[in-house]
Nanobody, 121 residues
Framework: QVQLVESGGGLVQTGGSLTLSCAAS????????MGWYRQAPGKQRDLVAS???????IYADSVKGRFTISRDNAKNTVYLQMNRMKPEDTAVYYC???????????????WGQGTQVTVSS
């Protein structure tokens, strides 16, 4: 069973930095797109950034120039480097991965458990 395990959340002051990591394990044959989403209290879950296997990354307008998504395919891991953070970045951050597994054959999106990021003003 595929699992995504996130790490790196926490409390940071305005202007500070955090790096989130998300590792996929358990029956992974290939991972296509990977990404980060966030959900603030009372709001919907929105895309923060995504990175395909090949091609251009995508960023939400609110994080362009401040956040950087990257991936290590050998480790089945996606990262989110967050710089110049703002109070409005406060949310639960979820990683997502589109995973192809062979036993059984499935091609589906998996989600991490979420990690809290809080930016104090």
């Amino acid at each position: 069973q595929v699992q995504l395990v996130e790490s790196g959340g926490g409390l940071v002051q305005t202007g500070g930095s955090l790096t989130l990591s998300c590792a996929a394990s358990g029956g992974v044959f290939r991972i296509n797109a990977m990404g980060w989403y966030r959900q603030a209290p009372g709001k919907q879950r929105d895309l923060v950034a995504s990175i395909p296997t090949i091609g251009n990354t995508i960023y939400a307008d609110s994080v362009k120039g401040r956040f950087t998504i990257s991936r290590d395919n050998a480790k089945n891991t996606v990262y989110l480097q967050m710089n110049r953070m703002k109070p409005e970045d406060t949310a639960v951050y979820y990683c997502a991965a589109d995973v192809l597994s062979l036993e059984p054959f499935t091609n589906k999106r998996y989600w991490g458990q979420g990690t809290q990021v809080t930016v104090s003003s």
